[in-house]
């Protein structure tokens, strides 16, 4: 274990602690990014690349749009309300 | 069955339920109830009634944080639990280091014809596995179309106002800086795509990482172009085609592997490979859906 | 000689870099609009980012690893200004009241 691990683990625990703390949604989803990216970097030191692919593709870039798409939808970012 | 008042067979009475035309109540119930004149309580009016909710409500969310707090802890503690019960991590005499993981890492190059020893694994020897994920995502997004899909029964002047809203706005003011940024990019996106997808037998990779990829450049294709220069050539006839037959194209090679005994067939085709192509496709096309589905319900 | 050279410079480099990402985060905390606090960010993404990778590119010397870095240096400086652009107009064509905000300028 090096100290990048040991740094990237605790801003695992940080981030997924703050995620369901946040009291806007949309920081929720920010944060969890956040998670993924990190978590996408432990996996590729933990030496599945693979692994460390997809979870960068799905857990940063789809789930995020999706989830923003969905904030949408229920009119939580700033901008999509109606009148 | 006496009392129902339209003396309806079965199959009439199913046909009326699935056309939301009354709601699958017990009939003899609802006629006990009529005969009450007084109800026991008075009612509330409207306003109390409101009152009353919102006390309700205000009194689930304090106790809300104690059950999410309590629910975790009894989480975090039966992981733990499991965790601490493990064998201790890396040791010779753990469980998983039996012949299973030694015969997968010496003969998957011989038997299955994948130089990678991790998709030699979930590709053939673990190939139900992944048939089983490839489903699941094919009916996740079946799942949403029939949740989120736009059709002539669920769709109103308020949202049709809205999309052609946004389609003017797109196809007055197009965003010329992401658009050209976007030709210049989308190639090299589908090439990485492609690469990933095909090298996935010998190097890191294969059909779940390379579809995602195949779909992410897909998804900004539609964000710089506009939903009708997708449709234009990717409609919702020829999508679902597509995901059709990457799943048929998988059941298939697989129950054709498995039934020439689950020998490997890399002398006749390179199986691996035309089963990671299979699966991208399937992921690429669920990961494009969800977009296209939740953005505007429709392919 | 030159071998050491090159270290000195890719080291001074990263630490450059470090200092421009520092400033870059310090800039987003103190800054309260969010125009101004992408202007902070955006120095970041584009001058950290090229200084960190090319001082890892000098002292790692040249090899097949320092080209993949120089492409994802290009594929950052493509695609990290669209995106701060974007997040941009957003913020421009969504806020009711831009004047109060800052400063316009017709050109």
């Known amino acids: ?83 | 069955m006496s009392n129902t008042p339209e003396n309806k067979t079965l199959t009439e009475r199913l046909v009326s339920w699935v056309n939301g035309e009354r709601e699958p109540k017990d009939q003899t119930l609802f006629v006990m109830e009529k005969r009450h004149r007084q109800p026991r309580r008075p009612q509330p009016s409207d306003e109390e009634h409101e009152e009353q909710e919102r006390h309700r409500f205000r009194r689930f969310l304090r106790g809300f944080p104690v059950a999410a707090v309590m629910i975790c802890g009894v989480l975090v503690a039966v992981l733990v639990w499991a965790v601490m019960t493990m064998p201790a991590f890396g040791e010779a005499g753990n469980p998983i280091n039996n012949e299973v993981a030694e015969h997968y890492l010496e003969y998957t190059e011989e038997e299955t014809g994948a130089t990678n020893a991790v998709t030699g694994m979930i590709l053939s020897y673990r190939g139900f596995d992944t048939l089983g994920e490839s489903c699941v995502l094919f009916l996740a997004v079946s799942c949403v179309m029939l949740l989120l899909g736009r059709d002539a029964h669920n769709t109103d002047e308020h949202d049709l106002l809205k999309i052609g809203q946004e389609d003017t706005i797109e196809k007055q003011a197009p965003d010329r800086i992401l658009q050209q940024v976007a030709r210049t990019l989308i190639p090299f996106i589908f090439l990485f795509a492609l690469y990933v997808l095909i090298n996935g037998e010998v190097s890191p990779g294969g059909g779940f990482s390379g579809g995602t990829i195949l779909g992410c450049g897909l998804i900004l294709y539609t964000v710089s172009y506009g939903h009708a220069a997708t449709s234009r050539w990717f409609s919702a006839a020829i999508y679902a085609a597509v995901r059709t037959f990457g799943l048929l194209l998988y059941a298939g090679l697989y129950g054709y592997y498995i039934f020439m005994g689950a020998n490997g067939l890399e002398s006749t085709v390179h199986f691996s490979m035309a089963i990671d192509l299979a699966v991208g496709l399937v992921v690429a096309c669920t990961v494009y859906g969800f977009y296209t589905l939740f953005q505007r319900g429709e392919i | 000689m030159a071998h050491d050279l090159l270290t000195a410079l890719g080291l001074a480099l990263l630490i450059f870099g470090l200092f421009v990402f520092f400033t870059a985060v310090l800039g987003l905390y103190r800054f309260d609009y969010v125009l101004n606090r992408m202007h902070a960010a955006a120095v970041g993404d584009a001058l950290g980012i090229f200084c960190i990778l090319a001082g890892l590119m000098l002292l790692h010397g040249w090899s097949l690893s320092a080209a993949k870095t120089l492409l994802i240096l290009v594929f950052l400086w493509l695609t990290s200004p669209v995106a701060s652009h974007l997040i941009a107009e957003m913020e421009v064509t969504t806020i009711p009241n831009l004047h109060a905000e800052c400063k316009e300028e017709t050109r």
Request: proline share 2%; net charge neutral; aromatic share 8%.
């Open chain 1, 1 to 83: 274990m090096t100290v990048l691990e040991y740094i990237l683990l605790a801003g695992l625990l940080v981030t997924a602690i703050a995620a369901p703390l946040c009291k806007r949604l949309l920081n929720t989803v920010i944060v969890y990014l956040a998670f993924s990216v990190i978590m996408a970097v432990l996996w590729s030191l933990l030496q599945s690349p693979d692994l460390a692919i997809t979870e960068a593709a799905v857990g940063a870039g789809i789930s995020g749009i999706l989830f923003f798409l969905t904030l949408k939808k229920i009119h939580e970012l700033k901008g999509t309300k109606d009148e």
